[in-house]
């Protein structure tokens, strides 16, 4: 499968444009949104975006975004995944924001099998030390999904949020890809099949 991810939007017409770009010079098979779509919303500018996008598409949300654009992606031509897990092409997907830390560890701890080795967390933060370097050095990724990912080993993580560090590393067996388009890169092409292969897009 071959997946285009990219996050940080922020309601810049532009910077879709660069994604409708890319989605046409690679043909992937699918387009991951890791959070902020909007610039503080509204839901309207996430719709619009999303319906623009023609390939089969999953979002979720971002600190930056309004409390309605999460309604508003379940209302677009893309699948809204944040809090459930859905699978495309026998790949298994879960998503949240990891904005919240308290929701992020209620979530897995109610739902303790819905994160695997096989599955792909698309997550708007970074998990705390991996492409979430910020001034002087400092980490601002989430420390409560960095204890579900050291747990739950992902193949795969997609996220954005830390505009700075856009670009991907391993941990054990999890790739973790920062696909923020904020700074220098345009988004993150993945090949995932019996190996996982990335792309930084600049």
């Given amino acids: 499968m071959k997946i285009l991810a990219t996050a940080d939007i922020h309601g810049a017409q532009y910077r879709l444009n660069i994604l409708l770009k890319n989605i046409e010079r690679y043909s992937p098979d699918l387009v991951v949104i890791c959070g902020d779509t909007t610039q503080f919303g509204p839901g309207e500018v996430a719709k619009n975006f999303l319906d623009q996008i023609p390939v089969d598409t999953l979002a979720v949300t971002g600190n930056i975004d309004s409390s309605d654009v999460g309604k508003a992606i379940c209302d677009s031509k893309a699948t809204n995944i944040e809090m459930k897990k859905v699978v495309k092409k026998g790949v298994p997907f879960v998503g949240i924001s990891g904005v919240n830390p308290n929701q992020t560890s209620m979530f897995f701890n109610d739902n303790k099998k819905i994160l695997d080795e096989t599955s792909v967390l698309v997550s708007h933060v970074p998990p705390y030390e991996t492409q979430d370097k910020i001034f002087l050095g400092k980490h601002g990724g989430s420390r409560e999904l960095r204890e579900v990912v050291d747990k739950c080993r992902p193949r795969l993580v997609l996220c954005g949020h830390i505009h700075e560090d856009p ?36």
């Fill in 167 to 202: 670009g991907f590393v391993k941990i054990d067996d999890t790739v973790v890809v920062n696909c923020s388009m904020g700074k220098r890169v345009e988004g993150a092409l993945i090949d995932i099949n019996e190996e996982i292969s990335v792309k930084m897009l600049e």
